[in-house]
């Protein structure tokens, strides 16, 4: 009886200084979920995805390419550095009510719904804040599938989860809260939101760390023939023979993805799947195996059909597109999106 009085005691005490502290500081989505809080109502399409969409898709110039069979279409970059598939479900489902009935198309990359973490992502105030119990409980269950895979970490994630989502409920990092909710300031915020808001969320990677960027770009450049070697290897091996070949994504994966367009169908809107031109081959092979899973995806991890976003001048890194590059990419995507709107919901996969 101590006991229960005792739980039921902790968890109004964490409600009440959660509720007191506001909401855990994020990075830069915390500017753009005040943006859409005041503004959402105004966007035809949201785009979600991780660095490679976050730094690589332009809304401006994506939007132009869509104005001849959408006139006045306006889209919003939600992604953010490192969002794999449990955080972006929960991203959606954070930002599908702040929008107004003008929406009607989910752009999202697709990356591996995945109990794979950052190590002490525990401490990581936006990780902490995706760590709801429903996305806890889901990493669980994708711990749990694989268990059997000696190759994994599975233990590890599984326990990193619990202690996530532990940290969440428990208000860990009050401090922090504390000071930001007294000073207006987010020690985590790498940008003004002026500069982030300015393109609808999408950030040149070259402005987003402007100290780090020389360091990346003379770093790719100094061992320029790894990534050399990393693209002939995929110029060698097409596309669909690596997709049939890759592991399957797992039944509760698979369940998710479902799961998710389902409900996003449900809700009337339109999904489609865009794959950003990665390159390492580890993290390509990666997420080749939960692209099995998505139908309806626009494919540009091709070098073959688009060679020109994989040329050594067209990268601030091996993984990510400098600002002309993705100007490129933004303007392909938002005409292959064109072309899936004109056709309807229908139209046949690119992968």
């Given at each position: 009886?101590?006991l229960?009085?005792?739980l039921?005691?902790?968890?109004?005490?964490?409600?009440?200084?959660?509720?007191?502290?506001?909401?855990?500081?994020g990075?830069?989505?915390?500017?753009?979920?005040?943006?859409?809080?005041?503004?959402?109502?105004?966007y035809?399409?949201?785009?979600?995805?991780?660095?490679?969409?976050?730094?690589g898709?332009?809304?401006?110039?994506?939007?132009?390419?869509?104005?001849?069979?959408?006139?006045?279409?306006?889209?919003?970059?939600?992604?953010?550095?490192?969002?794999?598939?449990?955080?972006?479900?929960?991203?959606?489902?954070?930002?599908?009510?702040?929008?107004?009935?003008?929406?009607?198309?989910?752009v999202?990359?697709?990356?591996?719904?995945?109990?794979?973490?950052?190590?002490?992502?525990?401490?990581i105030?936006?990780?902490?804040?995706?760590?709801?119990?429903?996305?806890?409980?889901?990493?669980?269950?994708?711990?749990?599938?694989?268990?059997?895979?000696?190759e994994t970490?599975?233990?590890?994630?599984?326990w990193?989860?619990?202690?996530?989502?532990?940290?969440?409920?428990?208000?860990?990092?009050?401090?922090?809260?504390?000071?930001?909710?007294?000073?207006?300031?987010?020690?985590?915020?790498?940008v003004e939101?002026?500069?982030?808001?300015?393109?609808?969320?999408?950030?040149?990677?070259?402005?987003?760390?402007?100290?780090?960027?020389?360091?990346?770009?003379?770093?790719?450049?100094?061992?320029?023939?790894?990534?050399?070697?990393?693209?002939?290897?995929?110029?060698q091996?097409?596309?669909?023979?690596?997709?049939?070949?890759?592991?399957?994504?797992?039944?509760?994966?698979?369940d998710?993805?479902?799961?998710?367009?389902?409900?996003?169908?449900?809700?009337?809107?339109?999904?489609?799947?865009?794959?950003?031109?990665?390159?390492?081959?580890?993290?390509?092979?990666?997420?080749?195996?939960?692209?099995?899973?998505?139908?309806?995806?626009?494919?540009?991890?091709?070098?073959?059909?688009?060679?020109?976003?994989?040329?050594?001048?067209?990268r601030?890194?091996?993984?990510?597109?400098?600002?002309?590059?993705?100007?490129?990419?933004?303007e392909?995507a938002?005409?292959?999106?064109?072309?899936?709107?004109?056709?309807?919901?229908?139209?046949?996969?690119?992968?």
């Amino acid at each position: 009886m101590l006991l229960l009085a005792a739980l039921v005691a902790f968890g109004a005490t964490t409600v009440v200084v959660g509720r007191l502290l506001g909401p855990i500081p994020g990075d830069e989505l915390d500017d753009k979920f005040a943006h859409l809080e005041q503004f959402g109502h105004e966007y035809n399409a949201l785009i979600l995805g991780a660095s490679g969409t976050f730094h690589g898709i332009d809304p401006v110039v994506f939007d132009a390419q869509l104005e001849a069979v959408r006139p006045g279409w306006k889209s919003f970059n939600l992604g953010a550095r490192g969002m794999l598939g449990l955080e972006t479900d929960a991203v959606l489902r954070r930002a599908l009510p702040l929008m107004g009935e003008r929406l009607e198309l989910v752009v999202l990359e697709p990356k591996p719904f995945h109990p794979w973490t950052y190590r002490g992502a525990d401490e990581i105030a936006r990780v902490q804040r995706w760590h709801t119990p429903r996305q806890t409980w889901r990493a669980l269950l994708l711990s749990l599938e694989h268990a059997l895979d000696r190759e994994t970490n599975s233990l590890r994630w599984a326990w990193q989860h619990v202690r996530t989502g532990a940290r969440r409920i428990g208000n860990y990092g009050s401090g922090e809260r504390l000071m930001a909710g007294l000073t207006g300031a987010n020690p985590l915020r790498f940008v003004e939101p002026e500069t982030l808001l300015e393109r609808r969320g999408y950030l040149p990677i070259e402005t987003f760390e402007p100290p780090d960027a020389p360091r990346r770009r003379r770093r790719f450049t100094e061992d320029l023939s790894a990534y050399q070697a990393a693209v002939a290897g995929m110029l060698q091996t097409p596309i669909e023979p690596v997709l049939q070949e890759t592991l399957p994504i797992g039944a509760i994966a698979g369940d998710l993805v479902a799961g998710q367009r389902a409900w996003l169908e449900g809700l009337g809107l339109q999904v489609l799947y865009l794959m950003p031109p990665y390159v390492r081959r580890g993290q390509f092979e990666q997420i080749l195996d939960a692209a099995r899973g998505y139908p309806a995806v626009i494919q540009f991890a091709d070098p073959d059909r688009f060679l020109e976003l994989f040329e050594p001048a067209a990268r601030l890194d091996a993984q990510h597109l400098n600002a002309a590059a993705a100007a490129r990419l933004s303007e392909l995507a938002g005409q292959a999106v064109a072309e899936r709107l004109a056709a309807g919901p229908n139209a046949e996969s690119e992968q």
